[in-house]
């Protein structure tokens, strides 16, 4: 973990976010990438340099952010970005070599009922960047407890579970497998791979409808610090998918990070 993300947008959480993302970074010895990404539309002619003046007030914007909290020792660069905020993300991950991006729920979202506002409902869905979403004003603490929720434990993509092992070894973490019986269902879905089960502690199984209707029932007995899902077109967030915001009352575990992998496949 060298390289974290920390899309910065205008919620009244932002300072506390970037907070825990150097608390977060400071005990990996990472270094913190504070963005921004503007898009605009101009009609010819126009004689005022907007993309100066939107790359100019971003930046102090950012650099606000970062003077009102502790960086401790954490390298912070601050950057903004001219683009479509998925395409300009997935190209910035790549160029930075990022290995996470720390999202807030709400980053724009002024509605109390929202737990995943648009433009991180959109990030989360849409991206194939690995994201921990971090509850808002949440403090950092080590994690002592993560629960993996799988619905097949088949993992054909190389360093898929990266991040998860990453953040399980650092923090010398518990991690539970909770393998989710969906009615489509293989054989070989409940196949732990040696790789994954040498980092486990404990696998339970479940049968559910769906990933997240099994993690509902059994989260509470894990007591987890940190969830950790799986980006799929038809995944985790299976009945949510069609719209990037999700209310509060459709995912109410919102106490604790949650960290989203990208597909296993």
């Not at 005990?27 to 913190?32: D, H, P």
């Not at 002592?144 to 399980?168: E, G, M, T, Y």
């Amino acid at each position: 973990m060298k390289s974290i993300l920390v899309p910065v947008g205008s919620s009244q959480n932002a300072v506390s976010h970037l907070q825990y993302a150097v608390d977060f970074a400071e005990a990996f010895g990472a270094k913190v990438y504070v963005i921004q990404i503007y898009n605009i539309y101009t009609k010819s002619g126009t004689m005022i340099k907007v993309d100066e003046i939107l790359e100019r007030e971003s930046l102090d914007f950012l650099n606000n952010h970062v003077s009102k909290i502790d960086t401790k020792n954490v390298e912070i660069i601050v950057k903004t970005f001219k683009g479509k905020l998925v395409e300009t993300l997935d190209l910035v991950s790549k160029t930075l070599d990022i290995d996470l991006i720390l999202l807030e729920p709400r980053t724009n979202s002024i509605k109390d009922e929202v737990y995943l506002g648009k433009t991180s409902g959109k990030i989360v869905k849409q991206t194939n960047i690995p994201a921990l979403i971090v509850p808002e004003g949440y403090v950092y603490k080590p994690i002592n407890s993560i629960l993996l929720a799988l619905k097949s434990a088949v993992i054909n993509k190389k360093d898929a579970l990266k991040p998860l092992i990453s953040l399980k070894r650092h923090f010398n973490a518990t991690l539970n497998l909770l393998l989710i019986k969906t009615p489509f269902h293989s054989v070989e879905d409940f196949v732990v791979g040696e790789d994954l089960k040498v980092e486990l502690t404990s696998i339970k199984e479940s049968q559910n409808g769906t990933t997240y209707q099994g993690v509902l029932e059994h989260y509470n007995a894990f007591n987890p610090d940190m969830l950790c899902v799986v980006r799929r077109k038809r995944g985790f967030f299976t009945k949510m998918w069609e719209k990037n915001s999700i209310l509060k009352k459709d995912f109410y575990i919102s106490s604790f990070p949650v960290l989203v992998l990208s597909g296993l496949k």
